[in-house]
């Protein structure tokens, strides 16, 4: 993978006072300390981040964290003091903190966009108009942009909206304008500041949804601001966690959960649900450690009611569930299956936990076995491994 965003040593400060401030911060100065003595404010200070080409990064934190201020760096609506950030433009990387006027309007116009908390759709304009405004600013020709808007809007299903104003929509369909605009520019990185924390739990969580579905057609570099953690652990590839303007913690979702990094972190997680972020790959147990069962063959769970015989690629050729022969399917299929066929579900290093608990429940207490991407078994999950790692969170 390449760097898509590459945040180095950004500082951001509000207020005249910049080099005092600056020096406050290289002493290790608290944001109310600065204010205190400068009258200024620090916005962010020592941000390093990297956010990979085609991933989700969440940028969490409390209000007034420096969340929405580093996010705002990247197309320098917000002005670094000090540090560099760096946004990928084809095959270079261009710094928007130094870049002259004529290269940061090409960034803002080729390879960032951004979708806002409010919609900020204009009321005079209809829903099409509304979504090719960034191509007309652009200059995009009118068949060209015609052609665009359409194809964006058949893409977030408001097609037939087109001819509409945005106060004949609902709040999830505004919301939905919006990323139709972001996404009819083309830009491959699309910043996203709380867009739908102003909406109602069910339409958010629906978004949450069709957000995912389209990212995994559209492989977009998507930097995400959240204060809602079951949405950064549902959306996000990474997480960066920030207080009092800096970064304390980096991590992919279930790194943050069963590994926080100090106790600011730890009472940020504390209610969080394990079931939400918890995988089958952080509650296996090695294929190693499972007990022999001779004959190829080898033991899923410790009281020997399911056992697998595996090839020398690694590959199930055969499996019993007490004493009878057994099926092996996927967590996935449970609905699908006959209620009195002898099975043992498998799952992917990514199934979720909730998954796994459902397919041990229809089984009753059944383990569940890990293959990979090349269907060879890895490891097993029974109900022991699952407690514990609850437990442990």
Request: glycine share 8%.
């Amino acid at each position: 993978m390449s760097a898509a965003v590459d945040f180095q040593n950004v500082d951001i400060v509000f207020g005249e006072e910049q080099r005092r401030s600056l020096e406050m911060i290289d002493r290790g100065a608290s944001r109310e300390e600065i204010l205190a003595e400068t009258g200024s404010v620090l916005g962010c200070a020592g941000a390093n981040l990297t956010v990979e080409t085609g991933e989700i990064c969440v940028l969490m934190g409390l209000s007034g964290s420096g969340k929405s201020t580093l996010l705002r760096a990247v197309n320098r609506l917000n002005v670094p003091a000090r540090g560099k950030v760096l946004v990928r433009d084809g095959e270079r990387m261009v710094d928007v903190v130094s870049a002259d006027e004529k290269t940061l309007r090409h960034i803002r116009q080729t390879q960032v966009a951004m979708v806002f908390q409010q919609f900020a759709l204009l009321p005079w304009r209809t829903v099409e108009q509304n979504v090719g405004l960034g191509l007309e600013l652009a200059g995009v020709p009118d068949a060209e942009r015609r052609e665009r808007v359409a194809a964006q809007l058949k893409l977030v299903g408001l097609d037939q909206w087109a001819k509409k104003y945005g106060h004949e929509l609902s709040g999830g369909m505004q919301q939905r304008v919006g990323l139709a605009r972001a996404f009819a520019t083309e830009a491959p990185i699309l910043l996203m500041d709380e867009p739908f924390s102003a909406l109602d739990p069910l339409i958010r969580t629906k978004l949450q949804d069709e957000l995912l579905q389209l990212q995994e057609r559209l492989h977009k570099t998507i930097i995400f601001v959240s204060h809602d953690l079951e949405e950064a652990l549902k959306i996000g590839t990474h997480i960066s966690i920030m207080e009092g303007g800096r970064i304390v913690q980096t991590g992919a979702p279930e790194d943050i959960v069963l590994r926080p990094a100090n106790d600011y972190v730890r009472e940020f997680i504390a209610n969080v649900n394990p079931l939400s972020v918890l995988t089958a790959w952080n509650v296996m147990r090695d294929r190693r450690d499972l007990d022999d069962a001779g004959g190829g063959w080898v033991w899923l769970d410790r009281r020997n009611t399911t056992r697998f015989r595996i090839d020398a690629d690694g590959l199930v050729i055969g499996a019993e569930r007490n004493g009878r022969p057994a099926e092996w399917v996927s967590c996935d299929d449970i609905e699908k299956l006959p209620p009195d066929a002898p099975q043992v579900f498998w799952a992917k290093a990514g199934t979720s936990l909730k998954t796994v608990m459902h397919a041990m429940h229809e089984s009753q207490t059944a383990p569940v076995a890990l293959f990979d991407e090349q269907s060879r078994f890895v490891g097993s999950i029974g109900v022991r491994d699952v407690l514990s790692a609850i437990i442990r969170r």
